[in-house]
């Protein structure tokens, strides 16, 4: 009977999950997958370099900022 119970209880979580993964799918939009545009597509990769880039050299201005603003008046 537990047995019964607990095969019962993982179909229903399979269910939900995939039900789950169905919505998130059309909130989202579909991802592309890397087969469609190929793993070494150069736009994707510069695009990708550059974003990174622009993310350290934002994250020290932030920092600097922090610490001459209440660090180092």
């Known amino acids: 009977m537990k047995h019964d119970k607990h095969e019962e209880q993982v179909r ?3 269910a939900d999950l ?3 993964e169905q919505q998130s799918e059309k ?3 579909a991802q592309p997958s890397n087969q469609e545009f190929g793993e ?10 550059i974003g990174r880039g622009i993310g350290y050299v934002i994250a020290a201005y932030l920092i600097y900022h922090l610490a001459t603003t209440y660090f180092f008046k």
């Open 27 to 29: 909130i989202l939009g």
């Open 12 to 14: 229903q979580a399979k």
């Open 40 to 49: 070494n597509d150069p736009v994707e990769l510069w695009g990708k370099r």
């Open 18 to 20: 995939k039900h789950l």
